[in-house]
């Protein structure tokens, strides 16, 4: 089975309020590549992953008169996906939703939000002290993670559980001075762990009932990629791993695992999985922020790993057609889990 996770930057710009897509050379979310454009790339990208469940991050609003479900199952119509149903959990407000494409004729996936002890479900708020002055704080997600219970299709227990994942970025947007920079991008790191801390409780209540888990999709997050990780001591990440934790409570992504094995290490190679345009210094800036962490269990199956990055898969970079396409699809590239069965 193949599970991807990829985030799509702007997929909502892709689509009118009745959910078809627009095909042509007008301005779309991506930088200089028109939505005709953005679209083939897409279609190409996804019928190259041949998955059977792709988490989408970022994908196309609902509300009032948008739907995600219809959108995304009228573009895998269009390109004749094999995984063409669409499943989402919590809406938001952000026009960024989190949905999972999948094959029905192989899945049937369904929404299965947790209340587990300490941990509430996703769409409700965690308290938490989150400046250490003895009042509990009221945290929550602007993008509720994605549960899911994965059933093969006709099957009555679930093959795995499966959390999709979008944590809130730390950047510090709004920010007028320098004072301020500090000051939101402190606040932003506290909700940030606040908010990886709440779905490390969910991993644990699964892990404690031996439940086969897949958490996937874009943390903003990772060993070294900011100046205030080192005040709290740890990343978002590693809470969500269990780093630190026995080996039976711990997650598994091997791409996480040599990143932090280099963190502190600025002139050893890391792994990528997202290519932003930096345009006052005209320059691309790559980051680890996409991962696919397994059970032991799932990890004990020996599934491969792949991060379809078009410069570091030579596979992917001799294949001109598919190559142009992951670079004007998305600044993320998608990232596969083949799990054996």
């Not at 892709?14 to 078809?20: I, N, P, S, T």
């Not at 042509?24 to 897409?42: E, K, P």
């Not at 308290?127 to 945290?139: E, G, N, Q, S, Y």
Request: hydrophobic share 45%; charged share 25%; with cysteine.
């Amino acid at each position: 089975m193949r599970i991807a996770t990829y985030n799509v930057e702007w997929f909502d710009a892709l689509f009118d309020d009745a959910g078809r897509m627009h095909d042509d050379a007008r301005a779309g979310g991506r930088h200089g590549i028109d939505r005709a454009t953005q679209t083939a790339a897409l279609g190409r990208v996804f019928a190259a992953l041949d998955a059977d469940a792709v988490l989408v991050v970022e994908a196309p609003d609902t509300g009032t008169k948008r739907s995600t479900i219809t959108a995304l199952e009228n573009f895998a119509t269009r390109f004749d996906l094999r995984a063409r149903a669409c499943l989402m959990g919590f809406a938001n407000d952000t026009q960024q939703e989190l949905a999972l494409l999948y094959d029905p004729d192989r899945l049937t996936p369904r929404h299965a939000p947790q209340d587990s002890d300490g941990a509430p479900r996703f769409d409700g708020s965690y308290r938490i002290d989150l400046d250490i002055d003895a009042t509990l704080d009221h945290v929550r997600f602007s993008k509720p993670p994605l549960e899911v219970a994965l059933h093969l299709r006709g099957a009555e227990v679930p093959l795995l559980h499966l959390i999709g994942v979008h944590v809130k970025s730390k950047a510090p947007h709004g920010a007028r001075s320098e004072a301020d920079v500090t000051r939101l991008a402190i606040a932003n790191r506290r909700k940030q762990l606040a908010q990886c801390i709440w779905l490390r409780h969910r991993v644990e209540a699964h892990l404690a009932q031996g439940t086969p888990l897949v958490v996937l999709g874009d943390f903003n997050d990772g060993p070294g990629l900011d100046d205030y990780e080192a005040l709290f001591g740890r990343s978002g990440l590693e809470i969500v791993l269990g780093h630190d934790a026995p080996a039976p409570a711990r997650l598994y992504d091997p791409h996480a695992r040599r990143a932090l094995a280099g963190a502190g290490r600025p002139t050893q190679a890391q792994p990528t999985s997202a290519r932003f345009w930096i345009a006052p210094e005209e320059r691309y800036l790559s980051a680890l922020l996409d991962y696919i962490m397994v059970s032991p269990d799932l990890a004990a199956r020996q599934p491969r790993w792949r991060i379809w990055h078009p410069f570091d898969a030579p596979e992917i970079y001799r294949d001109a057609a598919l190559r142009e396409a992951l670079l004007a699809a998305s600044d993320h590239f998608p990232v596969t889990l083949d799990l054996p069965l």
